[in-house]
């Protein structure tokens, strides 16, 4: 599923256009990616958690030369899905019809 389809269904299943879904969809993930920016953590319960981690400078090598090169510290984000996201995924969750 892309973003298209994803604005797709959830405009079907709300009963709204498709702009409207998708300024709901982008304002959602936009709103994320500020909390985020600024180091908050984002739960979405049942769903799971977006969050913020750094990561340190370290050494790789160069695959095509096989050299050391030197990979900067930078922040990652990360997601840890809830219990009911993941017992879905599982198919331990609520059978569809």
Do not use: C, H, Y
């Amino acid at each position: 599923m892309n973003k298209n389809d994803l604005v797709k269904d959830v405009a079907v299943k709300a009963k709204i256009t498709k702009s409207q879904a998708a300024a709901a969809l982008d304002q959602v993930l936009g709103s994320i990616a500020a909390a985020l920016r600024l180091g908050d953590k984002v739960t979405l319960v049942g769903f799971g958690t977006f969050s913020v981690a750094a990561r340190g400078a370290r050494t790789g090598r160069n695959p095509r030369d096989n050299k050391p090169i030197k990979i900067a510290a930078k922040k990652v984000a990360k997601f840890k899905p809830g219990k009911k996201l993941a017992d879905e995924v599982n198919g331990k969750g609520k059978k569809k019809k």
